[in-house]
């Protein structure tokens, strides 16, 4: 099969946005349009992918480093046959080219599939919608055969042609070489003055070729996003879908209008998610894992029977099983709890090991450290990790109890066994077993008398 290149159009300004932000950088599920284009292409099999750019091109550019793309400039935003042209160039004579949309991020590669597999030399392929309201977007025109013979833009559509629902979403397979030929004949003789790629339909026909029509799953999926309200819409058809998905795998969602993902969201079986929960990039559940509401966790792993309380944000970590977040922790990156571990309320955790069974109940910052096996870390004990240049580790042993309102002067070790007194600053490593107390005595004054008001 001839190689597949994917050209990606994404040099439109995009006025109606009303934004220094080039068009295709806004985002849908936590990421720009652009790239949930790019993923598809990849998905695909791409063997090169072309990127038409224009308004923004730095910003475009600089937002892809990690996605390999070959950019072009088109100077002049002269229509889309225009934009596709400045890539001819690059395209081998044998290449398959799929033309995409930098602002259409939610087609899927099973829609475009049949385009791009079924595509020779003698066919065209389209993708087309039938929409209640076609207003705006190019009409279909078919022969009394039901073959497609040409595309009609709006605003040059006769009041016949602007009564047909089937539109042009834009997207289309064709080889290379046809591109080469047609692309140059285009002409900006219409009401746009534009040279547009839709034009090259009619060209198809007249030198025979078929054009193969499919249409998506949905309309969502080709809807093109040209203002806020319709980046929103998109949004919202975006996390229905994943909740919808989210169901059929096994998770009972307290509103599935109330649940944003944005990234990769696996889960086992029995998973319950509250109201307004937010996931961020790669996150996998394990099966009866609960999550409270207004948790937002970020590229985290969430072990079996896991219970995630209110407001909790959690961030490249992993939560062992059965153990017990929140409510209103915070879990920082490099933060790995074993099984059978608490984290409470108010407790802030960073590059932090927690060992099974160990409890940091409320009101704490851990970081930097490693807790072995049952350590109790009292309500507001703090590692002291930091001397304002470099970090420094704590690590306490298994069984350690460290008494409330302690703090731990980094780098320090408490062996297995011993015991923080209430109150105490510890600077110096503690053995095993051993009771460490560093706090000024108590001293009380007999017959004190009270201040009074004035």
Request: one cysteine or more; proline letters at 4%; glycine letters at 10%.
């Amino acid at each position: 099969m001839s190689p597949l290149h994917v050209v990606i159009l994404a040099a439109g300004q995009g006025s109606r946005m009303k934004s220094s932000l080039p068009k295709v950088l806004h985002k849908v599920a936590g990421r720009p349009m652009l790239h949930h284009v790019i993923d598809t292409a990849q998905t695909l099999g791409a063997e090169k992918i072309h990127g038409v750019i224009g308004h923004g091109a730095d910003q475009v550019k600089a937002s892809t480093t990690a996605h390999s793309v070959s950019w072009v400039m088109q100077e002049q935003q002269l229509g889309t046959g225009h934009a596709v042209a400045q890539t001819l160039a690059d395209l081998p004579d044998d290449a398959r080219v799929l033309v995409l949309y930098g602002d259409v991020p939610l087609t899927t590669a099973h829609t475009l599939q049949g385009l791009v597999e079924d595509l020779d030399e003698k066919t065209l392929g389209l993708l087309t919608v039938t929409l209640d309201n076609p207003q705006g977007y190019g009409r279909i025109l078919r022969n009394p055969a039901g073959q497609v013979t040409a595309i009609v833009e709006q605003k040059d559509a006769s009041a016949e042609q602007l009564a047909i629902k089937e539109v042009n979403t834009g997207i289309l397979a064709v080889s290379a070489r046809h591109l080469k030929t047609w692309l140059p004949q285009l002409s900006s003789s219409n009401a746009q003055g534009e040279y547009y790629l839709t034009d090259i339909i009619a060209m198809a026909v007249q030198a025979g070729m078929a054009v193969n029509v499919a249409q998506p799953g949905n309309p969502f999926e080709v809807q093109g996003v040209n203002n806020r309200l319709q980046l929103a819409e998109l949004e919202r058809w975006y996390q229905s879908r994943e909740a919808d998905r989210l169901m059929t795998e096994g998770a009972t969602l307290a509103d599935p209008a109330r649940i944003d993902v944005r990234g990769e969201l696996t889960i086992g079986n029995d998973v319950l998610i509250d109201v307004n929960v937010v996931f961020i990039g790669k996150v996998t559940l394990g099966s009866h894992v609960s999550i409270g509401p207004g948790c937002v966790i970020t590229d985290a792993s969430i072990a079996d029977g896991a219970q995630i309380h209110a407001h909790s944000i959690i961030e490249q970590t992993s939560v062992g099983p059965n153990a017990q977040v929140g409510p209103f922790a915070r879990l920082r990156p490099g933060t790995q709890l074993a099984a059978n571990t608490k984290v409470g309320n108010f407790v802030e955790t960073k590059k932090t090991i927690v060992g099974e069974g160990s409890k940091i109940n409320h009101l704490s910052y851990v970081g930097d450290a490693t807790l072995g096996a049952n350590v109790n870390i009292g309500a507001g004990t703090i590692t002291c990790n930091y001397d304002g240049v470099n970090k420094y580790q704590t690590v306490l042993g298994d069984g350690v109890f460290v008494g409330s309102n302690s703090s731990l002067v980094a780098p320090i070790t408490v062996a297995a066994g011993a015991t923080i007194g209430a109150g105490s600053t510890i600077t110096k490593n503690v053995s095993e077993h051993e009771l460490a107390v560093a706090r000024g005595r108590q001293r009380n004054v007999a017959g004190w008398p009270k201040p009074e008001k004035h």
